[in-house]
């Protein structure tokens, strides 16, 4: 009898390994133990959280030159390390970052940059904790969303530096943000293990579910135009696994836990929305797996693909936006990874013999012009995001400078008496510490 195979047209992508002229040279990644991606990319920009002396600093790569990096343009300013980033999705100039330091901070960056760049646009000041966690909205201008150790998710109008949306109800560090298709909602995944639902502008909560039960950090990331969610993280006996869950109702998953191996690495996912390919990058191993998911169906369906393998273990990985990848030569996905001080592109490319525009696996894309204005976000209003044709390569939109307006700086005056209440507790601090360093010694002579 013969054997059905899946019809697919995504059955053969891969990718090759890069070659060595097309590898960037010199990174200083972070050595921050934080779960995050530590990369963002735009057709401008590969963006790296970059090991410092001190305080955090953001190294920009230019994606259109590759070499050896020598003198790094460097983004400074926080005075703690810089624990995720991401570039704004409609201008490739605009960064935010989170930090240790407890602030958000969205940069502008000049044209042609070169030298460091300390002063932020904004400051987004709230969060009691360090800031973990940070995600544009996808479809309204100047909507930011962060995330902190303060077991907090902010969501922001960068323009003016205003908290506008406060959702709290999580029992632990929050681990992932990621909004939906129309960005009307957004989901979280946190250090109790559990994944939640959330519309931000009323901060009602649309249900929660119990995931992954092992200790290390898991994610949670929406699929694309589909009202599903894609979990990934640890099982009880530390297997990588992941789940699929209705976003309507999470009650119980629609597909896992699905196993995938007992690396020790954490995942990081990625999700083509015009593919709907998977794509699962383990930190701290080479495979970068990629699957198809199917999610018209009563149940979802995940097929397998291919895997990119490589013996460089990744330690920091970002997507390209649909926009900036190559149509010429049929690439669907790139996928930037960092390996020891090398920045690697990988093209993952759909072969076809024709090399005329290949509209099937090209539908129009996101643009880089926003449906809502953040004050028609604010108010309610929903839409579906601004597309564009990629035939004949994406053309960027005319738009004019984005402006920022900082909120006076607010600081709390501490009374004297305050002050030295303070000073007293941390003396008495101080004074248990080095007790326990002298027992620790005697311990050890």
Known sequence: MAKFVRSSKYRHVFAAPPRKEAVWDGVKLTK???????????????????????????????????????????????????LDLEFSPFHDNIL???????????????????????????????????????????????????????????????????????????????????????????????????????????????????????????????????????????????????????????????????NIDNSAGILMPFYDEDSDLLFLAGKG????????????????????????????????????????????TNEIVRLFRVVETRLEPLSFKVPRKSELFQEDIFPDCRSDEPALTAEQWLAGESSKPKTKSLQGGFVKSEKGAVSFTKQEDTADEHSEADLKKENAELKKRVAYLEAELAKLNAQLH
Request: glycine share 14%.
């Open 32 to 82: 921050n133990a934080w779960d995050s991606n530590f990369v963002t990319v735009n057709p401008t920009y590969v963006a790296i959280a970059w090991l410092v002396g001190g305080g955090g600093a953001v190294g920009l790569v230019d994606v259109n030159n590759v070499g050896k990096l020598d003198k790094v343009p460097l983004v400074t300013g926080h005075k703690g390390a810089v």
């Open 96 to 258: 935010a970052t989170v930090s240790e330091d407890c602030f958000g901070k969205v940069w502008q960056i000049p044209p042609d940059f070169q030298g460091t760049l300390e002063q932020e646009a904004q400051l987004l000041k709230g969060h009691q904790r360090k800031v973990g966690n940070v995600s544009w909205n996808p479809i309204a201008e100047n909507i930011l969303a962060t995330g902190g150790t303060d077991y907090a998710v902010k969501v922001w109008d960068v323009s003016s530096g205003q908290e506008k949306c406060n959702l709290t109800g999580h029992g632990g560090i929050i681990q992932s943000l990621s909004w939906n298709y129309d960005g009307s909602t957004l989901t979280t995944f946190c250090k109790d293990k559990k994944v939640r639902v959330f519309d931000p502008r009323t901060g009602s909560i649309g249900g929660d579910a119990v995931a992954h039960q092992g200790v290390k950090g898991g994610r949670a990331l929406w699929l694309g135009k589909h009202d599903k969610i894609l979990t990934v993280g640890m099982g009880a006996t530390s297997e990588r696994q992941y789940f699929i869950f209705d976003a309507k109702d999470l009650s119980t998953p629609l597909l896992g836990p699905v």
């Open 285 to 328: 191993d080479g495979n970068i797996r990629y699957f198809e998911v199917e999610l018209g169906g009563e149940k979802p369906e995940v097929f397998f693909v291919s895997q990119y393998g490589s013996n460089s273990p990744t330690a920091a990985a970002g997507f390209m936006p649909k926009r900036g990848c190559d149509v010429n």
